[in-house]
Every structure is written in C-alpha cells, then in structure tokens.
C-alpha cells in the first residue's frame, strides 16, 4: 500500500509552525480557530503553503463555532466559507459540532450546501454512525465533498472500518465472507 498522509491540526498559530511540520513530512495543517480571528494569518498561510491547508469549519445550527466550541458567532458558515475560498485553501473540514461524537447520522446536507457553495472541496465530519452516512457522503461527491473523518463509530463498532474503505474505494458494498 502507499504512504498514509497525514494531517495535524490544533493550536497552529503561526506559519514558523506550519513549515516545521510540513518539513517533517506532514501534507496538511488545519486551521480552525485562528482562520476566523486572524484570516491575515490564513491568508498568509494559503499564500505560503499552497495546497497544504485545510480550513476547519466548526458550526452549530449554520453558525460558526470557535475556541474549542465554546463561543458560537453569528457567522454564517457559507458566509465565512466564500471568504477563504478566494485565499485557496485545499480543503474545508466541516464538523457540525450538535452531531460530533452522537452516532446521530452525519449532517449530509449541511455538508453539501458548503461544499456546493465554492469550489474548495469539503470533508465531511461530526455524526457519522455506519455505512449509509457513506454512502449517502459519496452520493455528494460531484457537489463538492471529497472526504470524511470517522471517529466514535469506529471505536463503538457501528461503522466497519474495511467495509467503508472497500467502499469508497470503488470496491462496493463488501459480503459478510470478506469481512474479518
């Protein structure tokens, strides 16, 4: 198999950081929080690093969350989202934070109302419970969305992680002989 590419995100407050960890091998740096306060730094970022950072979107109810989702803004997120379009980044992460870590289903239309918003593509997070937020996340794929992150369904075992790797991968839904 290839090499994994890894991406760190997290308290990325200035681009001496950001090219550390690229040089370290890293191929993404997220940035959340410091994108909304200081979208000069983004800026900055986008321009010095192109194709290497991914804009994490936090939201609850379509409003931008920040500081660790403490504090929701009156920021509309496809508002926010449009902005930083134009400064190139290479992805969004979206998470609607009211499903992260529910099991509840992943918010598919939320997510492909931002990814068909620009053209930057999304990856998807927060929610997702099993094999049919696959799916349905692959079905948005010409909008926009191009990823998504998994979490607690794998630790609670209601998502196969094989399974939804078989699947994206073009391989399909996989029989009960394949799985382990």
Do not use: H
């Amino acid at each position: 198999g290839g090499l994994m590419e890894i991406d760190l995100g997290g308290g990325l407050r200035d681009l001496d950081t950001i090219e550390d960890y690229l040089d370290e091998g890293l191929r993404y740096a997220v940035i959340g929080t410091a994108a909304i306060k200081q979208p000069g730094f983004l800026a900055n970022a986008c321009s010095a690093f192109q194709d290497a950072i991914i804009v994490s979107l936090d939201a609850r109810d379509g409003r931008v969350a920040t500081d660790g989702w403490k504090k929701t803004s009156r920021v509309d997120v496809l508002e926010i989202a449009r902005k930083f379009a134009d400064l190139g980044p290479a992805f969004f992460l979206y998470t609607d934070i009211s499903r992260d870590g529910m099991l509840c289903g992943v918010n598919v239309e939320a997510t492909r109302r931002l990814a068909a918003a620009t053209s930057v593509p999304v990856i998807a997070s927060g929610g997702v419970r099993d094999i049919g937020d696959v799916v349905s996340l692959m079905e948005a794929e010409a909008d926009g969305v191009s990823g998504v992150i998994l979490g607690k369904a794998l630790y609670e075992g209601t998502l196969d992680f094989r399974e939804a790797l078989n699947y994206v991968t073009g391989g399909g839904p996989v029989s009960d002989d394949d799985k382990l």
